[in-house]
Nanobody, 127 residues
């Protein structure tokens, strides 16, 4: 069964850290451009971080310097290390396997071509 399952969400105070994990099954993560997205209440889903090809990564301006995306090809898992969390980071976080690099990789990737979405994990940051 092809699926992505996120874990690691929860509640944390501002300034704290969380690590999200996304386990893939039915496919290998290194065959896709893996990425993280988030959706806050009342807002559209937005790209947070992603792999852009050749091992390169990109981040939304709002999380640069605080979040780090990584991929473990042996465990077939995608990770998102989130530091210095702020209340505005509160959202449901989704991992995704993309057929082409996501918009976070630059304006020439404006389209979103997702093969698999995870179910999401909620991150709540209190002030």
């Amino acid at each position: 069964q092809v699926q992505l399952v996120e874990s690691g969400g929860g509640s944390v105070q501002a300034g704290g850290s969380l690590t999200l994990s996304c386990a893939a099954s039915g496919f290998t993560v290194n065959a896709y451009f893996m990425g993280w997205f988030r959706q806050a209440p009342g807002k559209e889903r937005e790209g947070v971080a992603g792999f852009c090809g050749g091992g390169g990564t990109a981040y939304a301006d709002a999380v640069k310097g605080r979040f780090t995306i990584s991929q473990d090809n042996v465990k077939n898992t995608l990770l998102l290390q989130m530091n210095s969390l702020q209340p505005e980071d509160t959202a449901t976080y989704y991992c995704a396997a993309l057929i082409t690099p996501g918009p976070v990789c630059g304006s020439r990737y404006a389209g979103l071509n997702v093969a698999v979405w995870g179910q999401g994990t909620l991150v709540t940051v209190s002030s």
